[in-house]
T-cell receptor
Framework: NAGVMQNPRHLVRRRGQEARLRCSPM?????VYWYRQLPEEGLKFMVY????????ESGMPKERFSAEFPKEGPSILRIQQVVRGDSAAYFC??????????????FGSGTQLSVL | QKEVEQNSGPLSVPEGAIASLNCTYS??????FFWYRQYSGKSPELIMS????GDKEDGRFTAQLNKASQYVSLLIRDSQPSDSATYLC???????????????FGAGTRLAVHP
């Protein structure tokens, strides 16, 4: 999982500000997933992207949250007008493009978002 | 009913003992199952995957799957203090038409191995 790079490691925002979380998948991986983890809870799926396409965003709140994975550059999870309830660890995971049925997810080190 | 259920623990075992972690899932059509280990403040790390009924062994770890009973378990033999972590069970629901995986995670079981 060391190959999935996330930054920043820690992000502090005040209520109403915007948060941008970045994720670069492992080399050769073209699928990116974002998960959110609240304290003492498991990971909750947010969104699944392939290059330039959002495939499944069923776990992402309809308002204030957006995600992209451009042709060039990292995947971005963007949270507008953050609220205290957005405070959580956000993990990105990537997987290779083939063997979808059994592909394994490899997680990055996460971004801990704290909203003051 | 939660989709993936785990006992939150903590499960406390002495060093050298066998730790047994259990997980049940609700979707009978689930195809693949994973165990992740997560140290406090760190990212989840994949330690075992299992797809067929029965046992799968990898070093000190054994994953067991029973699809009829809808449970999956993880055994850790010769437990070490370094095994102390939260163990997350993850299940892949029936494959979507798009052919991708969307893991459903349990809340995790905290394991404490004491010397």
């Amino acid at each position: 999982n060391a190959g999935v790079m996330q930054n920043p490691r820690h992000l502090v925002r005040r209520r109403g500000q915007e948060a941008r979380l970045r994720c670069s998948p492992m080399k050769g991986h073209s699928h990116v997933y974002w998960y959110r983890q609240l304290p003492e809870e498991g990971l909750k799926f947010m969104v699944y992207l392939q290059k330039e396409n959002i495939i499944d965003e069923s776990g992402m709140p309809k308002e204030r949250f957006s995600a992209e994975f451009p042709k060039e550059g990292p995947s971005i999870l963007r949270i507008q007008q953050v609220v205290r309830g957005d405070s959580a660890a956000y993990f990105c995971a990537s997987s290779p493009p083939q063997g979808a049925r059994h592909e394994k997810l490899f997680f990055g080190s996460g971004t801990q978002l704290s909203v003051l | 009913q939660k989709e993936v259920e785990q006992n939150s623990g903590p499960l406390s075992v002495p060093e050298g003992a066998i730790a047994s972690l259990n997980c049940t899932y609700s979707d009978r059509g689930s195809q693949s199952f994973f165990w992740y280990r997560q140290y406090s403040g760190k990212s989840p790390e994949l330690i075992m995957s299992i797809y067929s009924n029965g046992d799968k062994e990898d070093g000190r770890f054994t994953a067991q799957l029973n699809k009829a009973s809808q449970y999956v378990s993880l055994l850790i033999r010769d437990s070490q203090p370094s095994d102390s972590a939260t163990y997350l069970c993850a299940v892949n629901p029936p494959m979507f038409s798009g052919g991708y995986n969307k893991l459903i995670f349990g809340a995790g079981t905290r394991l404490a191995v004491h010397p």
